[in-house]
């Protein structure tokens, strides 16, 4: 019954975070080092290094060190993998939605509210 | 710079434990009271009464009291947001990846193992 996926919880867990949440939209615009990371931000380095390290822990992200230089780039399939787990969810209960529909549809006058009403309970 | 949205923190926290998960999934079904979402659980009614306030407060579910019965469902708008945000973000870096094929491609000769090489840096 549980929905039990550790990785599910580490992903929307690092989503929830705002300063995480800018760091992947920079990375949506391609690969970038900690340091470009950091640049935009108040926060310290160390601060920044901890979010690319819950980022990477989830599997949003992946991080690659060269040199001295480690560079972040967004990992697709750990993105797809939450929006998959919103879509499917939400594709469910518009099926519901479509099957009260017709019900309400066929077996009684046509009464928009009515429907409206039993949809909003 | 930040992605500013205490939201959207609520929603990607909310979604990240499995509990929490499971009885939205639940809800996707169709509405629900509190008691029965607690039933396939082996968690205190009052463990789930928390789940529930936390799911609630980051706009996931709605809640109604009618008598002694709190009613649960779905809240359509706040899953559907969390859903834009991390499909919006694909979508941008899937059309950089196609502006790097067409580049690759139309500058140099073709060659698909240094396309995937660029893509994969």
Do not use: Y
């Not at 290094?49 to 560079?71: F, N, W, Y």
């Amino acid at each position: 019954m549980l929905d039990q996926s550790p990785q599910l919880d580490r992903i929307f867990q690092a989503l929830s975070d705002p300063t995480r949440r800018a760091v992947l939209d920079r990375l949506t615009q391609g690969p970038a080092s900690v340091s470009e990371l950091a640049a935009p931000f108040d926060s310290t380095l160390a601060a920044i290094v901890q979010h690319v390290q819950v980022l990477e822990a989830s599997g949003l992200i992946a991080t690659e060190k060269i040199g001295r230089t480690r560079t972040c780039r967004v990992s697709a399939d750990a993105v797809a993998r939450a929006e998959r787990w919103l879509s499917e969810r939400r594709a469910r209960w518009e099926a519901r939605f479509d099957r009260l529909g017709a019900l309400l549809e066929g077996g009684a006058p046509p009464n928009k509210k009515a429907a409206k009403r039993k949809r909003m309970s």
